[in-house]
């Protein structure tokens, strides 16, 4: 992956975030409002990002020639897991597709949860981007395990259909 696109997807993925800080910070939404589209929407593209991270950067660098760059994207992909499974406790959390009951704990949730995504994102930038591009060991390596894509379909089913997730 390139510089330039990963750093459009993460001002795309900021620009979100500051969306849904926005909205969560306002009053709740009447309850014709098409919630579980904002929700599905901002995911997908979350998960998409952090999916194309494993499998196009972190495992590729995970054989980089250079033992930084390799310890760098394992600790990425760490920490990438670790708020992915922060995001499907959330989602868990909230599963009505309308929490106007409960808006401002909801509120704060969202602002934990975005406060997380924001740094991870700051660190893929300070830590991943200036390694890039990935300097092959020579050593066939692959995509990491995480790829998330069954993730986004279960929380999406989650979303619209009001199913629960499993805890």
Known sequence: MSVDRLLAQHMRILANVESVERFSEGPPPAQNDNFADRRWCFTRDLLLHFAKMES????????????????????????????????????????????????????????????????RIDEEAAEIVPLLPVQP???????????????????????????????
């Open 56 to 119: 196009t950067v972190y495992g590729p660098m995970m054989n980089d020639r250079r033992d930084h760059a390799q310890r760098a994207a394992a600790r990425a992909s760490v920490e990438t897991a670790t708020l992915m499974r922060e995001f499907r406790e959330h989602v868990a959390r909230w599963t009505d597709a309308h929490p106007a009951a409960q808006w401002d704990t909801y509120g704060r949730a969202v602002t934990q949860l975005m406060q997380r995504i924001r740094a």
């Open 137 to 167: 060991d020579g050593t066939r390596g692959g995509p990491t395990r995480e790829s998330y894509a069954a993730e986004a379909w279960e929380i999406r089913g989650v979303l619209f259909k009001g199913t629960k997730l499993p805890r």
